[in-house]
């Protein structure tokens, strides 16, 4: 972080597992998993990108968590499906699916400060209004679903709250994990796609096109103190993914 140096590159692509990477997240021994878009594989790497393992998830792995205990959640929007994954095995242990009339197509998911798993839930084929599913990672099942049309980016904060993007309606709603109540929607003034939480407490939205489905490249901070928003536009092209290093800086993607 002090000097930006690329420390290491992993060509995924050789694997022949699939390509473009796009969920990821990072285990509690500091172990990269990485969803290939474009396949049906959950790839893992070392802190030193040596390759450790894969698992075979279904098409178009779009959801990426870890739970408390270490454990790994990676969803299939294709597969419609949701795996618990051993990181030390790499055998899945639990696979979960709508058991009612809606959907499930996995887009995102957060670990909340309560140990649940949230998982944004985008399915524009049916117009589907679940937006957004909580999953008991102990029990391996489904415990609440909620109304969110267009979900896309989530994430989770230290105060027990989980923020979902909505890409259609750009807004971004708060949810209390701990009663599964929607506390309150924020309207964004173009859409929202990929979400972080701050050091401080406060919401980064990643925006890449305006109501009128024009591109732009926006990025949105939403003011825990106040809910006040501040827009920072003309950064990047086309922005899309949000992130805070340890530091505390906030990346984002374009």
């Known amino acids: 972080l002090k000097t ?9 692509n050789a694997l022949g597992l699939g390509y473009d990477p796009s969920r990821t997240t990072v285990d509690t021994n ?23 393992g894969y698992v075979y998830v279904g098409q178009l792995p779009r959801a990426v968590a870890i739970d408390r205990n270490g454990y790994v959640w990676v969803g299939s929007y294709l597969g419609e499906v949701i795996h618990k994954i051993d990181p030390k ?9 709508s058991s009612g009339t809606w959907q499930f197509s996995p887009y995102g998911a957060a670990t909340a400060s309560d140990g649940s798993i ?11 209004v679940v937006g957004i599913v909580k999953i008991d990672p102990v029990a391996n099942k489904i415990v609440a679903i909620g109304n969110a049309y267009g979900a896309y980016g989530i ?28 506390i309150k929607t924020h309207q964004m003034p173009s859409k929202s796609r990929g979400v972080a939480i701050g050091p401080d407490g406060d919401i980064w939205i990643a925006s890449s096109r305006d109501n009128n489905d024009i591109d732009i490249a926006r990025i949105i901070r939403i003011y825990r103190s106040t809910g006040k928003l501040q827009i920072i536009n003309n950064v ?12 505390g800086y906030i990346r984002a993607i374009s």
Do not use: E
């Open 4 to 12: 930006g140096k690329i420390l290491w590159t992993f060509n995924l």
């Open 30 to 52: 500091g172990n990269l998993w990485v969803g290939l878009r474009q396949g049906s594989y959950v790839v893992c790497l070392s802190p030193a990108g040596k390759l450790l």
């Open 89 to 97: 095995t790499f055998k899945i242990l639990a696979s979960i699916r």
């Open 118 to 128: 949230w998982v944004s839930n985008r399915n524009n084929s049916i117009g589907s």
């Open 155 to 182: 994430a989770a904060d230290s105060k027990g709250y989980v923020w979902l993007a909505s890409w259609n309606s750009s807004t971004v709603l708060q949810y209390q994990s701990s009663n599964n109540a929607l």
């Open 236 to 247: 990047g092209y086309h922005m899309i993914g949000m992130g805070v290093d340890s530091a």
